[in-house]
């Protein structure tokens, strides 16, 4: 079979930064062990299993992070992960007797800065985000109040009694969401609130993942998306590829889940892979592909 190698592809710069931080940690005397991670790194399980296995490392998974952080015994180590954490659970783990490490990527930052300012200047925000996400976890927790998480339209709808004509609102995004879904919402909101402070924080390496794969996907009779289940950047590339390019489009965890169903009638492939996602996975799938066909077509 044909493979197009969508580029870019693969880790962004904060997974990187993410599990070599962790790395280092392990490598350290002078860190205090046993070194907890509060949830994954970044949302995929080889990551996580290699660092138990090689590092040591233990990961911590759930989705309350402050109820994670109770599991982590006094005098040890904790990292948080490249989604960022909220103002509640650092401080309580600051508390503690515990050396915190943080590995939230830069771009995560900069909404926790963003939305900080725009409480501060007396605006209510419109959060376009995931329910349950760690990003989106951490940034309501800077002021839960002020900020609304919207997934969908019907969301919108009820926000109307809340912030009725007349309050300043902003809206900003997790970073990792679909643009084009997220443009339509943010329509949406403008049409609902003329005025609106628009601060788009989708990032550059998930805009540049899925503006790839959609352009390939106009060359490909199936797409191929290498990830983790819980990579919601995976998981949009999946969507962009079918709602934008209208062909057909798999997540697959590695070469195993791949099955002669999603290949069938189809000469070209093209793949890529979430910014969680280790290389290797990917290569492993993209030398599958192109022997594919050999016996199988
Ligand atoms: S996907 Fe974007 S925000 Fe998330 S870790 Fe990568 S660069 Fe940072």
Known sequence: MQVIKVTPRGYCYGVVDAIEMAKRLAKSDNVRRPIYILGMVVHNQHVVDMLHAEYGIIT??????????KQVPDGSTVLFTAHGISP???AAAM?????CYDATCPDVTRTHDLVRELCAAGYHIIYIGRAGHPEAAGILGEAPDRIHLV?????????KDKLPPG??????????????????LIDKIKAMYPGVLVKNEICLATQERQEAVVAAAAQADVVIVVGDRRSHNSTRLVEVVRRRAGKPAYLVDGVEEITPEMLAGCRVAAVTSGSSTPTYLTRQVISYLEQYGEENG
């Open 88 to 90: 509640e659970v650092r």
């Open 167 to 184: 309050v300043a609102i902003a809206v900003t995004t997790q970073t990792t969401m679909s643009q084009w879904d997220t443009q339509e």
């Open 151 to 159: 997934q969908r339209e019907e969301d919108l709808l009820r926000l």
């Open 60 to 69: 911590l998974d759930g989705a309350d992070r402050l109820e994670l952080l």
């Open 95 to 99: 508390e503690r007797d515990l050396d």
